[in-house]
């Protein structure tokens, strides 16, 4: 299993855009990079998953440099209900294990 | 996606005693997952249940302290036998359909 490392938590102020990095320096060929959001007593909910390159959907954007040693999360425009941890996983799609690393802890500040 | 139900959402159990979790998805799913999330913490795996064999452990939990049950492609059971303090903490299913999917757990408190 690939392991992840991201920050503690991170500030940021409402309308900003907010960057959040992983590195995961052992992924492997098959792994995929997948990103979620959770929020106090929910469970984690599905932001976005890449491969390589970048991937966009209407949450978020997902960057991947060509070496896949690491992964930026970035969320256009944040609002105080962005408030979250955000988790970066890399994982065989379809395999057994997902590792949960400590997280990123993001705080949106009015 | 897939829409995924637990109860219940809470409880309060005293010790020694045992909890039955249900988790209910809305869609047949091969595989489902069972992780605990104590207070503050990430969430960790505790089995794999596929629907027809015997769920799989990870390292440090055990069937006689986590017993599952998969009687169909919908619906697991984890139950939290002879609870103490330390198993305080949110249990949450997830399934597998392309993406893992999570279900909203269940708090437990142990008293």
């Known amino acids: 299993l690939a392991k992840t490392t991201q920050p503690i938590s991170m500030d940021s102020y409402e309308g900003q855009e907010v960057n959040i990095t992983c590195s995961h320096n052992?992924?492997?060929?098959?792994?995929?990079i997948t990103w979620y959001q959770q929020f106090p007593s929910q469970g984690p909910r599905f932001i976005i998953q890449g491969y390589k390159t970048k991937v966009t959907n209407e949450v978020a954007s997902l960057f991947i440099p060509a070496d896949r040693k690491s992964s930026t999360l970035s969320l256009p425009r944040v609002s105080l209900s962005d408030t979250a941890v955000y988790y970066c996983?890399?994982?065989?799609?379809?395999?057994?294990?997902?590792?949960f690393g400590t997280g990123t802890r993001l705080t949106v500040i009015p | 996606s897939a829409v995924i139900s637990q109860k219940p959402s809470r409880d309060i159990c005293q010790r020694g005693t045992s909890l039955t979790i249900q988790c209910q998805v809305d869609?047949?799913?091969?595989?489902m997952f069972w992780y605990r999330q104590q207070p503050g913490q990430s969430l960790t795996l505790i089995a794999t249940?596929?629907?027809?064999?015997?769920?799989?452990?990870e390292s440090g939990f055990v069937i006689d302290k986590f017993p599952i049950s998969r009687p169909n492609l919908t619906f697991s059971t984890l139950t939290v036998s002879n609870m103490s303090p330390e198993d305080s903490s949110i249990y949450l299913c997830s399934v597998d359909s392309g993406v893992q999917y999570f279900g909203p757990g269940t708090r437990l408190t142990v008293t």
């Open positions: 249940a596929n629907q027809g064999s015997e769920a799989t452990y």
């Open positions: 996983l890399v994982d065989q799609t379809g395999a057994n294990n997902l590792f």
């Open positions: 869609s047949q799913v091969t595989m």
């Open positions: 052992n992924i492997a060929t098959n792994d995929y």
